[in-house]
């Protein structure tokens, strides 16, 4: 059966970090470029990052830019997004999605992506 399963979501402090991983199981992200997207309550889902199939790629949204990073783990089959500073602003559910391609061009745009995680919960507040 193939599945992807996000998990590290949790409050956190404003300035706080998280570190969220991307766990696929029936098939191997090996050859897809995969993307972390975010949905607010009230708001529309939003492409954050993006990680090419050989990793030597990476995008980022510019309110993460400089404090998210992704990173790929062949050998393990993950993705993680690793988040520092974390601001209230980026309280929302977070989903790891594969793309049905290597590359991340226009990353942002969800039908781009087959398969979807369930999704973990970020919470930034004091």
């Known amino acids: 059966q193939l599945q992807l399963v996000e998990s590290g979501g949790g409050l956190v402090q404003p300035g706080g970090s998280l570190r969220l991983s991307c766990a696929a199981s029936?098939?191997?992200?090996?050859?897809?470029?995969i993307g972390w997207f975010r949905q607010a309550p009230g708001k529309e889902r939003e492409g954050v990052s993006c990680?090419?199939?050989?990793?030597?790629?990476?995008n980022y949204a510019d309110s993460v830019k400089g404090r998210f990073t992704i990173s790929r783990d062949s050998a393990k089959n993950t993705v993680s997004l690793q988040m520092n500073s974390l601001k209230p602003e980026d309280t929302a559910v977070y989903y790891c999605?594969?793309?049905?391609?290597?590359?991340?061009?226009?990353?942002?745009?969800?039908?781009?992506?087959?398969?979807w995680g369930q999704g973990t919960q970020v919470t930034v507040s004091s």
């Open positions: 029936g098939f191997t992200l090996d050859g897809y470029a």
């Open positions: 999605a594969v793309a049905r391609r290597p590359t991340c061009g226009n990353y942002y745009l969800s039908y781009l992506y087959d398969y």
């Open positions: 990680i090419s199939s050989s990793g030597g790629s990476t």
